[in-house]
């Protein structure tokens, strides 16, 4: 490769939000390297603005048809802080197998569709279903359990939905977690042992890149943190959630409508990998295994393994769900309705892991329960400047590649942390064959 | 098994893309004992649990077709060309051509599929329905409504 470099993938689909890489290096000097994003403008105070605390976390929840349940159990948990509403125990246990689902479902999701065909280099997950059917009807197969999980316990498209401010309009019965264990132990669990054979005969493909930076993650002080915790910084430590902004500090770049997220350093990365490093030691010891056979060590540097921290978390969640389960059973399903009593108004942040990394949502109430102020940043926007310093490195390193080759290395870099870039229409593109 | 299912695809924040979810809150009302009623909301690979093992499917979508805002068309899947997205850079990119694409590689279509589009105006965040597909969504319950019932009678 020459020491002149122009690198431009457009994304042209008429679905807005789509990234586009850019990097221009000239006599072997990088000028530029970075994911520019073209996003819908800001949108997310204007449709919280006067909405009632009921409504909130369904608006927030069709946010996104992917990370929809992340949205709503946040939206929640910023309202609960904001109104003084106590939730029980049981809706905590509810709540965590919930966030176990939609992990276990996106995780997987990644790992399958996005990442496998990055390894196998066979452009899209399509070819896939010619060659390799068994492992695509697992993936979907994982991604249904996870799916009924949801199902069992918040409802879903068929049914309304239950989760709300102060606990759920319906607990599930008895019978429904029973079988709920036993499809986990017996259909997920070899499923998730097969998905660790498969990654691990993938890894040899996965780039060799490290560049160490800052990782933030929630922490609990009990288990691995995806529901609620400490913000927790690799640099810095904890933080109380409450000091959100001073960990974010948006700011506006040129090259991105969306804003950048840094703290310590000039970026920072959330996401499985970024869990995998701060928290690492609160995995259930099978996890653990799968991270050793799949060549993931702590401290990981190498974004590229953020698909590997994935599987591992898939392992975790699935032990994590039955050992759920088997807490709500042991102290038997109670029917409790859930709590609506406002005993203040005023500001409340939410922060959960969701699958893509740290999720804040942050709303102030007047005294009737209408949001008058909200605020929202995601996990993607807080990778945006760690996926440009990525690129900043990476170039260089791989400058003798082809131009292809060095695409094709930064596309799966951006695919690497699976972005939300287009919490979007779905629209049907539709020509009609004449 | 009920004899069909209709399932509304879209972001019911994102003005005419709510067209979909839409019709399937009319049909909710008019509660015909037939139909199975899905709101598939924007995900669209959740579809393929929705497919499988059913004999009727019509999926109701915002599709881009060129017509004017709020047009209204019947189609099949081999009767189109859908375009697929050429770049799946993440999960978001993963729409009903792409499900569709999936579920007839895997041999997991319901025996009869229909779609029936609906040409959007816009597609803004936090946009209202225009009003042009608002009376798209009401005429569509209705139609729908009434091929329900030959349905039924026939089955």
């Known amino acids: ?434 | 098994m009920k004899p069909l299912t209709v399932i509304g695809i879209g972001n019911r924040l994102r003005g005419d893309d709510a067209a979909g979810p839409m019709v399937i809150d009319g049909l909710m009302e008019l509660n015909d004992p037939q139909v199975e009623l899905i709101d598939a909301g924007s995900d669209a690979i959740g579809l393929l649990e929705y497919l499988n093992d059913r004999n009727r499917v019509w999926i109701v979508d915002a599709c881009s077709m060129a017509k004017s805002p709020g047009e209204v068309v019947k189609f099949r899947p081999d009767q189109v060309d859908m375009l697929l997205k050429n770049d799946l850079q993440n999960l978001h990119g993963l729409g009903l051509a792409e499900a569709l694409k999936m579920a007839t590689e895997l041999k997991m279509l319901p025996k009869e599929l229909m779609i029936f589009g609906i040409q959007p105006q816009a597609l803004e965040f936090n946009s209202a329905v225009s009003s042009s597909v608002l009376t798209a969504i009401e005429r569509l319950v209705h139609e729908i409504h009434n091929e329900i019932q030959e349905v039924g009678d026939n089955s």
Not at chain 1, 110 to 127: E, I
């Open chain 1, 1 to 434: 490769m020459s020491q002149d470099l122009n690198i431009k993938v457009h994304h042209l689909t008429r679905v807005e939000g789509h990234g586009n890489i850019v990097v221009n290096m000239k006599d072997g000097v990088l000028e530029k390297a970075h994911l520019s994003i073209v996003e819908p403008p800001r949108f997310f105070e204007a449709m919280m603005k006067g909405r009632s605390f009921h409504e909130a976390a369904i608006i927030t929840s069709r946010i996104c048809g992917i990370c929809s349940l992340g949205h709503q159990i946040t939206s929640l948990v910023a309202t609960e802080d904001a109104l003084g509403l106590e939730i029980s125990e049981q809706t905590e246990l509810l709540r965590k197998l919930l966030v176990n689902g939609a992990t276990l479902q996106s995780n997987v999701l990644h790992a399958y569709f996005l990442a496998a065909p990055d390894f196998l280099k066979v452009g899209s997950v399509f070819p896939l279903i010619a060659t390799h059917k068994d492992v695509v009807l697992r993936a979907l197969r994982m991604k249904r359990l996870a799916n009924d999980i949801g199902d069992i316990v918040s409802g879903r498209a068929v049914h309304p939905i239950t989760p709300v401010p102060g606990g759920f309009t319906r607990i599930p019965e008895k019978s429904e977690l029973v079988e709920l264990k036993r499809r986990l132990l017996e259909e997920a669990l070899p499923d998730g042992i097969a998905t660790i054979e498969t990654m691990k005969s993938l890894a040899g493909a996965i780039p060799q890149f490290e560049r160490e930076t800052e990782y933030i993650s929630l922490k609990h002080p009990d288990e691995y943190a995806l529901y609620q915790g400490d913000i927790f910084s690799s640099d810095s430590g904890a933080q109380d959630v409450h000091n959100y902004l001073d960990v974010t500090n948006e700011f506006i770049v040129d090259h991105s409508t969306s804003k950048h997220a840094r703290f310590n350093r000039s970026s920072y990365f959330v996401g499985a990998l970024a869990r995998w490093n701060n928290n690492h030691t609160q995995l259930v010891p099978e996890a653990l295994e799968a991270a050793e056979a799949m060549g993931l060590k702590p401290n990981c540097y190498n974004p590229y393994m953020n698909t590997i921290a994935q599987v591992v978390e898939a392992v975790h969640v699935i032990f994590d769900s039955v050992r759920i389960i088997d807490t709500l059973l042991e102290k038997g399903l109670k029917n409790e309705k859930p709590n609506q009593t406002p005993t203040r108004y005023g500001r409340g942040i939410g922060s959960n892991e969701v699958p893509r990394g740290i999720l804040f949502h942050d709303y102030t109430y007047d005294k009737k329960g209408s949001i008058v102020e909200a605020n929202c940043i995601i996990p993607t926007g807080q990778n945006l400047a760690n996926i440009d310093d990525d690129m900043k490195k990476l170039v260089p390193e791989i400058i003798a590649k082809s131009k292809e080759e060095i695409t094709a290395d930064l596309e799966m870099l951006v695919r690497a942390y699976d972005p939300c870039i287009s919490c979007s229409v779905h629209m049907l593109d539709v020509d009609f064959i004449e």
